[in-house]
Protein backbone atom coordinates (compact mmCIF):
# COMPACT_ATOMS: atom_id res chain seq x y z
CA UNK A 1 0.00 0.00 0.00
CA UNK A 2 1.73 3.39 -0.80
CA UNK A 3 0.58 6.64 0.04
CA UNK A 4 -0.96 9.34 -2.63
CA UNK A 5 1.07 12.14 -3.60
CA UNK A 6 -0.24 14.73 -1.52
CA UNK A 7 -0.95 12.83 1.35
CA UNK A 8 0.26 15.56 3.57
CA UNK A 9 -2.80 17.56 3.10
CA UNK A 10 -5.56 14.35 2.34
CA UNK A 11 -4.38 14.25 6.48
CA UNK A 12 -4.67 17.73 7.45
CA UNK A 13 -8.37 17.53 5.51
CA UNK A 14 -8.78 14.52 7.10
CA UNK A 15 -7.84 16.14 11.18
CA UNK A 16 -10.20 19.46 10.10
CA UNK A 17 -13.29 17.30 8.91
CA UNK A 18 -13.56 14.49 11.82
CA UNK A 19 -14.41 16.97 14.73
CA UNK A 20 -17.74 17.64 13.05
CA UNK A 21 -18.68 14.03 12.81
CA UNK A 22 -20.13 11.81 16.02
CA UNK A 23 -18.98 8.89 17.28
CA UNK A 24 -20.94 5.90 16.31
CA UNK A 25 -20.31 2.26 16.72
CA UNK A 26 -19.72 0.76 13.42
CA UNK A 27 -20.31 3.78 11.36
CA UNK A 28 -17.26 6.33 13.09
CA UNK A 29 -15.42 4.72 16.10
CA UNK A 30 -11.94 4.73 16.69
CA UNK A 31 -11.30 1.80 14.15
CA UNK A 32 -13.29 3.12 11.41
CA UNK A 33 -12.21 7.03 12.00
CA UNK A 34 -8.24 4.97 11.38
CA UNK A 35 -9.18 3.13 8.18
CA UNK A 36 -10.78 6.25 6.73
CA UNK A 37 -8.01 8.38 7.53
CA UNK A 38 -5.45 5.52 5.80
CA UNK A 39 -8.43 5.57 2.69
CA UNK A 40 -7.59 8.91 2.55
CA UNK A 41 -4.36 8.80 2.49
CA UNK A 42 -3.76 5.87 -0.02
CA UNK A 43 -6.77 5.10 -1.62
CA UNK A 44 -7.26 1.83 0.13
CA UNK A 45 -10.01 0.93 2.45
CA UNK A 46 -8.86 -1.62 5.27
CA UNK A 47 -12.09 -1.97 7.11
CA UNK A 48 -14.02 -2.91 3.86
CA UNK A 49 -14.37 -5.98 4.63
CA UNK A 50 -16.18 -5.14 8.55
CA UNK A 51 -17.54 -1.79 8.00
CA UNK A 52 -20.87 -1.92 8.59
CA UNK A 53 -20.98 -5.74 10.13
CA UNK A 54 -21.54 -3.90 13.92
CA UNK A 55 -23.88 -1.41 15.45
CA UNK A 56 -23.19 -1.60 19.28
CA UNK A 57 -20.37 -1.86 21.64
CA UNK A 58 -20.90 -5.49 22.66
CA UNK A 59 -20.99 -6.44 18.65
CA UNK A 60 -17.61 -4.61 18.06
CA UNK A 61 -16.40 -6.73 20.70
CA UNK A 62 -17.70 -9.74 19.20
CA UNK A 63 -15.76 -9.36 15.93
CA UNK A 64 -12.17 -8.32 17.65
CA UNK A 65 -11.91 -11.46 18.79
CA UNK A 66 -10.63 -13.13 21.62
CA UNK A 67 -7.06 -10.71 21.16
CA UNK A 68 -8.98 -7.47 20.88
CA UNK A 69 -8.36 -4.72 19.03
CA UNK A 70 -5.12 -5.04 18.91
CA UNK A 71 -4.21 -8.04 17.54
CA UNK A 72 -7.48 -7.26 15.18
CA UNK A 73 -5.61 -4.07 14.24
CA UNK A 74 -2.55 -6.70 13.48
CA UNK A 75 -4.11 -8.92 11.98
CA UNK A 76 -5.67 -6.46 9.32
CA UNK A 77 -2.26 -4.29 8.93
CA UNK A 78 -0.27 -7.35 7.89
CA UNK A 79 -3.35 -8.20 5.23
CA UNK A 80 -2.64 -4.76 3.83
CA UNK A 81 1.22 -4.74 3.75
CA UNK A 82 1.56 -2.91 7.00
CA UNK A 83 4.39 -3.16 8.92
CA UNK A 84 4.43 -3.26 12.67
CA UNK A 85 7.25 -0.63 13.92
CA UNK A 86 8.47 0.86 17.43
CA UNK A 87 5.48 2.99 18.50
CA UNK A 88 8.00 5.77 18.85
CA UNK A 89 9.08 5.32 15.16
CA UNK A 90 5.33 5.75 14.09
CA UNK A 91 5.75 8.16 11.25
CA UNK A 92 2.63 11.19 10.18
CA UNK A 93 -0.21 9.28 9.25
CA UNK A 94 0.59 6.19 10.39
CA UNK A 95 -2.25 4.54 13.17
CA UNK A 96 -1.24 3.46 16.12
CA UNK A 97 -2.97 1.48 19.25
CA UNK A 98 -2.76 4.24 22.18
CA UNK A 99 -3.68 3.81 25.78
CA UNK A 100 -6.89 6.03 26.12
CA UNK A 101 -7.44 4.56 29.61
CA UNK A 102 -10.36 1.78 28.55
CA UNK A 103 -9.56 -1.39 28.95
CA UNK A 104 -8.61 -2.57 24.78
CA UNK A 105 -6.88 0.99 23.97
CA UNK A 106 -8.37 3.08 20.90
CA UNK A 107 -6.81 3.21 17.29
CA UNK A 108 -5.74 6.73 16.18
CA UNK A 109 -3.70 8.41 13.10
CA UNK A 110 -0.37 10.38 13.84
CA UNK A 111 -1.19 13.85 13.17
CA UNK A 112 1.36 15.91 11.09
CA UNK A 113 3.13 17.09 14.20
CA UNK A 114 4.59 13.45 14.78
CA UNK A 115 4.08 13.52 18.49
CA UNK A 116 0.66 13.24 18.74
CA UNK A 117 -1.96 10.64 17.83
CA UNK A 118 -5.71 11.91 17.00
CA UNK A 119 -8.46 9.19 18.28
CA UNK A 120 -12.30 8.77 17.70
CA UNK A 121 -13.65 8.50 20.91
CA UNK A 122 -17.47 8.43 22.57
CA UNK A 123 -16.29 11.99 23.37
CA UNK A 124 -14.90 13.46 20.44
CA UNK A 125 -11.63 13.26 18.53
CA UNK A 126 -8.76 13.39 21.38
CA UNK A 127 -5.14 14.19 21.00
CA UNK A 128 -3.30 11.31 22.89
CA UNK A 129 0.38 11.99 23.16
CA UNK A 130 3.59 9.57 21.95
CA UNK A 131 4.07 8.41 25.64
CA UNK A 132 0.94 6.26 25.30
CA UNK A 133 0.94 4.78 22.41
CA UNK A 134 1.46 0.87 22.66
CA UNK A 135 1.49 -0.76 18.84
CA UNK A 136 1.75 1.24 15.77
CA UNK A 137 1.86 0.02 11.97
CA UNK A 138 3.86 2.06 9.56
CA UNK A 139 2.65 1.76 5.31
Known amino acids: ???I????????AW????PARSFAWGE????LAACE?????????PAEAFRGTYSTEAEA????GPGGLGEFAATVAREFGMAEVVPNFAHRGDVVLVDNGNPGGALGIVDLSGR??????E???VRIPMDRWLRAWSY
Open 1 to 3: MKR
Open 116 to 121: FAWCVL
Open 15 to 18: QLAV
Open 61 to 64: VKLL
Open 28 to 31: FDCA
Open 123 to 125: RGM
Open 37 to 45: AVKALTGVD
Open 5 to 12: ANWEAALA
